[in-house]
């Protein structure tokens, strides 16, 4: 009989599902999410996370309970064989990323090489970019193997239509300590700034308001006021709606820090990237080796490479550590503390209970 893990996804919004789903190929085993995006303005599943969860299926060939628009529940059974060259297709300008991210782990941590095409949004709100994933995500993980993302075409709301291409080669393998050592990504640090970093893109109709100017003076000004250099990438393009999107990284003497944001309707750009810098600049005072963004998406890499990993106290950190906790009881050791006003959350698994990728235990 299958054990079957029982998650309450009214403990959050897609990031519980995305979690799930990234927890339950690893480990082979099945889950049922109820109460998907319960507390949502539009509850059950939208196109986004349709696309996440038939991703994440075809990839580990999984058995899937029938899903539609609007579902509050659903059962994912993973196999034990893997599809390595995927395509997912979002039909509104849902995050190409998002639907991705239950991959993430999977495409690091299993073997094999993999492709994977994403159609949809590639710069949209509360969503990472490609260029982050690229830039931020893949170097922290950079020992583990190489990911290469690129972006065929942009993709804005409400339209979407981007076009996207991740391969990965996996060099991880579940060898001893020190040729793996664990993950260390604190809140205590004493960080030097470095440099910043701007990926930006729009849509050629926005020109005329010299939109990427104006938000390179701007990242100008805040690189000359830190002292340090700007290396920036801005470009119009051809996209089949008139959007934008931004993505900043500071870069200092313990790795980066980034964040994306999509441009707002009758909103500066300027004002968009003042709030990203300030969220950025909060974290880099504190001492935070990565970005709330990034422990989100590491954490489902936590038990499998141990290691501590701090954060702000989100809502989705919160709601990563539940998953994380029913799917492994008791083996995650959470701790908070207060600093500058601000409260942060470690979770460590020591190195010793680390766990082995399901793929790897079957070879071992």
Known sequence: MIRMILIDGAHGGGLVLRMSLALSILLNQAFTIRNIRASRSKPGLQAQHLAAVRLAAAYAKAH??????????????????REHHL???????????????????????????????????????????????????????????RMDVRVQRRGYLPAGG????????????????????????????????????LRATADARLASRSVLERLERYARMKAAEHGVTLSQQVQYVQAASPGGGMTIILQHSQGRLG??????????????ARHVFTRLEEQFTLGCRVDVHAADML??????????????????????????????????RVE?????????????????????????????
């Open 64 to 81: 899937v309970t029938p899903i539609e628009r609007g579902s509050m529940e659903l059962t994912f059974t993973p196999g034990r064989e």
């Open 87 to 145: 395509e997912a297709a979002i039909p509104t300008g849902g995050s190409s990323m998002l639907a991705f991210q239950p991959l993430l782990a999977p495409f690091f941590l299993e073997p094999g090489r993999k492709r994977a095409i994403l159609i949809g949004g590639t710069d949209v709100p509360r969503a990472p970019s490609p260029d982050y994933v690229r830039d931020v995500i893949s170097p922290l993980l950079s020992m583990h193997g």
């Open 162 to 197: 981007g076009r996207v291409e991740i391969t990965m080669e996996s060099q991880y393998t579940p060898v001893d300590a020190t040729a793996h050592p664990p993950m260390e990504a604190t809140c205590d640090e004493k960080l030097i700034m470095e440099g910043i970093i």
């Open 259 to 272: 964040e994306s944001h999509a441009f707002i309707p009758h909103q500066p750009v300027e004002r968009i």
């Open 299 to 332: 954490l489902a890499f936590l038990p499998f490479l141990g290691g501590r990993l701090c954060s702000l106290a989100t809502a989705h950190y919160r709601a990563g550590l539940y998953v994380l906790n029913q799917f492994l009881p008791g083996r995650v």
């Open 336 to 364: 908070t503390r207060e600093a500058r006003d601000q409260q942060i959350i470690c979770a460590h698994i020591p190195r010793e209970e680390r766990v082995q990728p399901s793929l790897h235990a079957k070879r071992s």
